[in-house]
């Protein structure tokens, strides 16, 4: 038998046994199971790291199978399940459909969609981040919902509502509408440099579904502070990329200047422990 995970839960069960689901953000396979191994519950496949990691902006560049591809090869070296950013559906309800069967077909148990217009920005850049009419993503909702084919595959809606400078209390019309229309969870999102939007949603949801926060602008915001908050999933969606790019720029640069690499050994990993992460051994037993 292959040496790749062969099963794995799916989201919605994951969510079920835990009281605060942790995921972290990936664009590889390679941050995937370093998240897997450091303890996390899920891996968040960010249409910002996936975008990133190619240098291209996160404004619906890519198309839907390139973004299905990173997340079915993070998925195929993971023990526990993906969670898609799957930004605006790839456009109306028609590629909603379309995705939900590719994706759950690739294996995918869980997708999340936000209410921006496609093509979208991604939430931090400076620019337009009009919202999409509420009815017409409630739609896509009901679509998504009504497209999988497995009881388990579970629809998270997101609202910009905060994001666009809607306010909470736009979030939380918009969030009731979503989850009238079926979706399992709701992600709320944020810029502000503190928690106290996001918390004032959760005041008044009112626990209706789950909530999923990304607490990249606040980051000081403990996890066991936010399940006592109400929250179910807590997204890190970033921080893995961006700890990345520091490390790279440090250890390239250093060895550029220095002429050598000997002062870098002990601080980077050592090849065996990519060998450890390709799994080499169990590979090798086929050669034996
Ligand atoms: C992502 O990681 O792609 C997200 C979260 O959607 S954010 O970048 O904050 O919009
Ligand atoms: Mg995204």
């Known amino acids: 038998m292959s040496p790749t995970p062969h099963s794995y839960p799916s989201f919605r069960s994951v969510l079920a046994e835990h009281p605060l689901v942790r995921i972290a953000g990936a664009h590889s396979a390679l941050g995937g199971v370093i998240a897997e191994q450091v303890g996390f519950q899920a891996v968040w496949a960010s249409s910002f790291e996936i975008s990133a990691a190619r240098c291209l ?15 079915a090869h993070i998925q195929k070296a993971l023990s526990v399940p ?26 995918i148990t869980a997708v999340c969609m936000e209410d921006k217009i496609f093509p979208k920005m991604n939430s931090f850049a400076a620019a337009d981040h009009s919202l999409l ?16 084919r497995s009881e388990d595959f579970f629809v998270i809606a997101r609202t910009e509502a905060m994001i666009s400078g809607l306010g909470v209390d736009e979030a939380l019309k918009r969030c009731a509408v979503y989850a009238d229309a079926g979706a399992d969870a709701v992600l709320v999102h944020s810029k502000q440099a503190t928690k106290d939007e996001v ?31 109400g929250v179910s999933a807590v997204i890190y969606a970033n921080q893995g990329l ?22 870098l050994e002990d601080s980077i990993a050592g090849v065996k422990d990519v060998f450890a992460l390709q799994r080499l051994d169990q590979w090798q037993e086929f050669t034996a």
Not at 89 to 107: R, T
Not at 244 to 263: D, F, N, P
């Open 242 to 263: 961006r700890a990345t790019i520091t490390s790279l720029r440090s250890a390239l640069g250093s060895i550029y200047e220095t002429g050598h690499s000997a002062h």
């Open 199 to 229: 918390l004032s949603f959760l005041d008044q949801w009112n626990d209706r579904l789950p909530v999923v926060v990304v607490p990249t602008t606040y980051p000081d915001w403990h996890a066991d502070e936010a399940r006592a908050a």
């Open 57 to 71: 902006p996160d404004a619906s560049l890519l198309s839907m199978s390139e973004y299905l591809d990173a997340a």
């Open 133 to 148: 009419d509420v009815n017409a993503f409630a739609h896509k909702i009901e679509t998504a919902k009504k497209s999988q």
């Open 82 to 107: 993906v969670v898609a950013d799957c930004d605006t559906g790839f456009g109306n309800s028609m590629n909603v459909a379309y995705m939900v069967a590719e994706y759950e077909q690739a294996g």
